[in-house]
């Protein structure tokens, strides 16, 4: 399983990403888009994970999405996780990237399409996630938020 610098690796590159596509029309990137806002918030769930393993109930390397979905499912019951906030937005991401993903499987398959309105809610839902894992790297312990370091350990801008 990748470990914390591999999460914060593809976190960046990911980050960097939407700056990128902020220069273009998003709406070409709608799919993409919103598989990305889900995917970049499981690596910073994984990432928390790595560094943080005692907020988790059980373990904190998944294998599949569905192992992941019941750590979230335990967090979400769990008052005094500081993971919480975060349970249900990253469920949402979670259902949004699967239609992205998923529609243009066969007709048969039973999605709607994204629409500009799920983009805007992907963002709203990825950054309840980024704000909830920012705020447990800066306030536990001695860890800084990994993805806003540059090589020297300098911040850099996200």
């Avoid at 990403?17 to 598989?35: A, G, H, T, Y």
């Amino acid at each position: 399983m990748p470990n914390l610098k591999q999460h914060t690796k593809r976190v960046r590159l990911s980050l960097a990403w939407f700056e990128e596509v902020k220069r273009s029309d998003p709406f070409i990137f709608l799919n993409p888009l919103v598989n990305e806002y889900f995917y970049v918030a499981l690596h910073m769930f994984e990432a928390v994970a790595c560094a943080f393993p005692a907020m988790f109930t059980s373990k904190t390397d998944y294998f599949s999405h569905v192992e992941r979905a019941e750590e979230l499912g335990r967090i979400s019951v769990s008052a005094l996780n500081p993971l919480l906030p975060m349970a249900a937005p990253y469920d949402t991401l979670s259902g949004l990237s699967r239609r992205a993903r998923y529609i243009q499987i066969s007709a048969h398959f039973p999605v709607s399409p994204i629409k500009p309105k799920d983009l805007d809610t992907a963002k709203a839902s990825f950054q309840i996630v980024r704000d909830t894992i920012e705020k447990i790297f800066s306030e536990h312990g001695d860890k800084k938020i990994p993805w806003q370091q540059g090589q020297s350990g300098e911040l850099i801008e996200t």
